[in-house]
């Protein structure tokens, strides 16, 4: 296993265009969690997921995002009617929850709205 | 709600030029004080994990130290590949999510 691994690295999208992110965690990992970045500030924590259920929704920044993992696996996180203040760099993390509670990072994906 | 700051917000060092990072918070209920490396357009990278004040973790040139109130992350003489911002972050008792700070873009000079 290679660590966390996140698709598109980029993504250049229209305004009002819908946009899709994927995140595969480390194997073992049962905790996996989603994180925006922009520029000169640091991760903001936007929802996490203990296998399939997603325990925290609050976080996220408005009702057109959303995230999933159908099967306790691989995430996805979607924007709808993307807006000039999506672009940003989101991440994603995972964690195993019965070990020593380190978040390992993906590379992130660079979503740029035009 | 959980509050981490960080400082200075940048630094520049001559290589070999000793120097520490500063991280405060405000949480309730500790649940870690991590450390993170971020070069460029990459994701953060894993450094310490601390969990209650007088614990102390080595790295390499590295070394992450913790009080009630605060952090320090300790770099003794740098090197040019040490350069990067480091983010630091706490888990508190709410929220499984980490709150970051906004980091230190740390920049060493051969």
């Known amino acids: 296993d290679t660590g966390v691994s996140q698709n598109p690295r980029h993504k250049i999208t229209k305004r009002g265009q819908n946009v899709t992110f994927r995140c595969d965690p480390i194997?073992?990992?049962?905790?996996l969690y989603w994180y925006r970045q922009t520029l000169g500030q640091g991760p903001e924590f936007l929802t996490y997921?203990?296998?399939?259920?997603?325990?925290?929704k609050s976080r996220l920044l408005s009702d057109r995002f959303s995230a999933e993992r159908p099967k306790g696996s691989f995430s996805t996180l979607e924007i709808q009617r993307t807006e000039q203040g999506d672009s940003a760099m989101y991440l994603c993390?995972?964690?195993?929850?019965?070990?020593?509670?380190?978040?390992?990072f993906g590379q992130g994906t660079r979503l740029t709205v035009v | 709600e959980d509050q981490v700051t960080q400082s200075p917000e940048a630094l520049r060092l001559q290589e070999g030029e000793s120097s520490s990072l500063n991280c405060s918070y405000t949480?309730?209920?500790?649940?870690?004080l991590f450390w993170y490396r971020q070069d460029p357009g990459k994701g953060p990278e894993f450094l310490f994990t601390?969990?209650?004040a007088g614990e102390e973790k080595e790295k390499e040139r590295l070394k992450a130290t913790l009080t009630k109130k605060e952090s320090f992350l300790h770099i003794t003489a740098p090197k040019p590949e040490d350069s990067a911002t480091y983010l630091c972050?706490?888990?508190?008792?709410?929220?499984?999510?980490?709150?970051f700070g906004k980091g230190t873009h740390l920049i060493i000079q051969p």
């Open positions: 972050a706490v888990r508190g008792g709410g929220a499984d999510g980490l709150t």
């Open positions: 997921f203990q296998n399939e259920a997603q325990l925290e």
């Open positions: 194997s073992e990992h049962n905790r």
């Open positions: 949480v309730s209920g500790l649940r870690g």
């Open positions: 601390l969990y209650s």
């Open positions: 993390a995972s964690m195993w929850l019965e070990g020593t509670r380190e978040a390992f």
